[in-house]
Each structure stands twice: as structure tokens, then as C-alpha cells.
């Protein structure tokens, strides 16, 4: 999703305001991404696997550090995902007249 935004964002590449909101909301994007992966690369390890009934069965054995620290993970990249605060910053100048941004 990171890329096809940038290159929606981007469109108007002749438009330096669009273009560094292209490359805001890339970044933006990939910090979201990275959140996400490294809480499922967590999960795999702590759980050996990612499905819902594995971890809630095996929950109470893994220490509570452990289970914030994949929280605050998913939660991170669910808000760069979604263009959430802190993680907005591409998302807060649209320009409304057009589908680009002039962040």
C-alpha cells in the first residue's frame, strides 16, 4: 500500500509539495510496516505461530513484558497503517481540490 500511495500522492510529480508528501507518507507507511513485522516475527518465536487460537491458548505462559511488547507492535503499525497519530503528519494538510496532498 506504502508505494501505490506514493505513487497517488506523487501524481503531480511537477509539484514539489506533492512530492515531499509522496515521500512523508511512504515513510509513514514503512514505519507501519515495520511495527507489524517485527510483532509477527515476535509471535513466531514467543508462540510458533500466528493464528488466533494458538496464542490465546498459550497466552498465559509468556510473560507480561513480552505480550505488551507485541501489543504495542501490532499497535504501531495498525497506526501507520491507517494514518493514525502520531503517524499522520502526511495526512494533515490534504488539499481537498484534488487527490493529492500538499503536506
Known amino acids: 500500500m506504502g508505494f501505490a500511495l506514493y505513487l497517488l500522492i506523487g501524481y503531480w510529480f511537477k ?3 506533492y512530492g515531499n508528501a509522496a515521500k ?3 515513510i509513514m507507511n514503512r514505519i507501519g510496516d515495520l511495527g507489524f513485522l517485527i510483532a509477527i516475527f515476535w ?5 510458533g505461530s500466528t493464528g488466533f487460537g494458538e496464542i490465546f491458548s498459550r497466552a498465559g505462559t509468556i510473560s507480561v513484558p513480552v505480550i505488551t511488547g ?8 495498525a497506526t501507520g497503517k491507517s494514518a493514525q497519530i502520531p503517524l499522520y503528519t502526511w495526512l494533515a494538510r490534504c ?3 484534488s487527490d493529492a496532498c500538499i503536506g
Request: glycine share 10%; charged share 25%; net charge negative.
Open 43 to 47: 509471535m513466531i518465536d514467543q508462540f
Open 70 to 77: 507485541i501489543t504495542l507492535l501490532l499497535f504501531v503499525g
Open 24 to 26: 512523508k507518507a511512504f
Open 95 to 97: 488539499d481537498g481540490r
Open 15 to 17: 509539484n514539489i509539495d
